[in-house]
């Protein structure tokens, strides 16, 4: 296999490392705050179980995640899967975990922003609603870029971990060309390497610019 | 007569085992500014909490206008259902400003207006660069919170609640997080106010302020009122040994 084979192979199969990311941010961005909302919900069992669900999503690997969302409705349930179940898999188990991880940090977010702001908008007559979406969480997104640059960068390199369940996204194919007979060997995962680092200092740059838009006025 | 706009009867206030306001009665008439004295724990920040509904009451009857707003039943406060046509009636000027930072000065006073209130945008905004301009911030219209001094600040918090027209202003030690280099200009637009009969009630710490200013003096001590009056009395002349020594401590300190 020529070097040249061996980058357009790993190039395609980073599209698939590219849908994971996609996707995985299209949904758990929003998820995490409807997570974090039920974290605030007045009704108790919802903050229990939420309270449940953000425990179990960091306190064990997302490789195991993956494994239970991939096998267990099949195994354990005895549910037929459609037959893209393992791409729906790794996308289900991405966005359910980095949804309390975002949840979480929104949370962190809107906690640091001085009761006198509730206060100023309550006197003015804002409602509850107008009250979060137009001066809370303006201001929370603002807070909230920097760790989320960091998530976001650990999700780029965790999309590796689709591998375990056999999807062939950029990992899981460098790993089969590295170990083919007359392969580039090693050199195959020094440029997955070089893939993901190029691609996460594109998200660094981004997200910098996205802090810097948010320059124009202080907290 | 002139028309009553705020009536606070018999308001009773605790934190847990903590009672902070004891049995209070203010009124406050059209066009009166009344400031509110005393030391720190005496109960004045509640009580402009508790009128501006940021803290309920436990009993007692807030009205503004007539309109009871909150009253005691079975010995339980029990507000109106509809808090927001109150909340129109008032203003409250925090000593922190708490301006939106992520508006513009002059988002900051249209947003309310336009958003809540669903006043026309046209008319909304040349009323805000009027009061901009008594404000003499008309030049910083676009600039956002975190570019103004602190007085400056607290001068458009001041034009934000002006905006919203309402009928009593409240100030809760507008002055107290300014340096005393920039107390002064917040405080001669609170006696421009006062000039055009605006009626407020100040809780402040200063006493030359409150002297020249006020229309009736309230000193408060413990969650009560020791003493009321025209400011000459209770600040020159107090009968009360209590006032006479909260003034000493000031006037030392």
Same mark, same amino acid.
């Given at each position: ?8 192979? =790993?190039? +395609? ?17 929003? =998820?995490? =705050?409807? #997570? ?44 037929? #899967? ?40 309550? #006197? ?6 107008? +009250?979060?979406?137009?001066?809370? =969480? ?15 960068? +650990? ?12 999807? #062939? ?51 | ?7 606070? @009867? ?24 009344? $400031? ?5 724990? $005496? ?17 007692? &009857? ?8 909150? &009253?005691?039943? @079975? ?22 400003? @708490?301006?939106? *930072? ?10 309310? *207006? ?8 046209? &008319?909304?905004? &040349? ?38 027209? *309402? ?8 002055? $107290? ?77």
């Amino acid at each position: 296999m020529t070097f040249q084979t061996m980058i357009i192979q =790993l190039a +395609t199969c980073f599209l698939t490392t590219l849908s994971i990311f996609s996707l995985t941010l299209l949904g758990a961005v929003p =998820l995490g =705050l409807a #997570v974090y909302f039920g974290q605030k919900s007045r009704i108790p069992p919802i903050r229990w179980l939420i309270k449940i669900y953000i425990s179990i999503m960091r306190g064990t690997p997302l490789m195991l995640q993956m494994m239970v969302v991939f096998y267990g409705p099949n195994l354990l349930l005895g549910i037929s #899967v459609p037959k893209n179940w393992r791409f729906l898999a790794v996308i289900i188990a991405f966005i359910i975990n980095y949804a309390a991880y975002f949840a979480e940090i929104y949370r962190s977010g809107i906690e640091s922003i001085p009761v006198g702001q509730y206060e100023a908008a309550e #006197v003015l007559g804002y409602s509850k609603g107008k +009250t979060f979406f137009k001066i809370i =969480l303006p201001q929370m997104v603002k807070r909230v870029i920097p760790p989320m640059t960091n998530e976001v960068i +650990t999700l780029v390199k965790d999309t590796s971990l689709a591998s375990v369940i056999g999807t #062939v996204e950029m990992f899981t194919k460098a790993k089969q060309i590295a170990v083919a007979p007359r392969s580039p060997g090693m050199v195959t995962f020094a440029m997955a390497g070089l893939f993901y680092y190029v691609f996460n200092y594109l998200v660094a740059f981004l997200m910098n610019r996205l802090e810097k838009a948010f320059d124009y006025y202080k907290i | 007569m002139a028309e009553n706009i705020l009536s606070l @009867n018999n308001i009773r206030k605790s934190f847990g085992t903590l009672d902070v306001l004891k049995d209070i009665s203010i009124s406050v008439d059209q066009g009166e500014v009344v $400031s509110i004295i005393g030391s720190s724990g $005496s109960g004045k920040s509640t009580l402009l909490r508790c009128a501006t509904f940021l803290e309920t009451i436990d009993s007692g &009857e807030i009205l503004y206008l007539g309109q009871k707003a909150a &009253e005691t039943k @079975n010995g339980k406060a029990e507000y109106a259902r509809d808090l927001k046509q109150f909340r129109s009636c008032f203003g409250l000027v925090f000593q922190n400003f @708490n301006l939106f *930072p992520h508006y513009s000065v002059m988002k900051n006073l249209m947003d309310a *207006p336009v958003s809540v209130m669903k006043r026309s945008p046209a &008319e909304v905004r &040349e009323e805000a660069v009027r009061l901009l301009k008594k404000m003499g911030l008309e030049s910083k219209a676009n600039a956002y919170p975190c570019q103004l001094s602190g007085g400056q600040q607290q001068r458009v918090a001041i034009a934000r609640a002006l905006v919203m027209n *309402p009928k009593i202003l409240f100030f809760d030690e507008p002055t $107290s997080a300014l340096d005393p280099e920039l107390t002064g200009e917040v405080l001669k637009v609170i006696k421009e106010l006062a000039e055009e009969k605006m009626t407020m009630v100040i809780v402040t710490h200063e006493m030359a302020f409150a002297r020249a200013v006020s229309d009736r003096v309230i000193f408060m001590d413990g969650g009560v009122i020791v003493e009321q009056g025209h400011p000459e009395m209770v600040l020159g002349n107090p009968s009360e040994e209590r006032t006479r020594q909260f003034l000493r401590n000031y006037q030392r300190g």
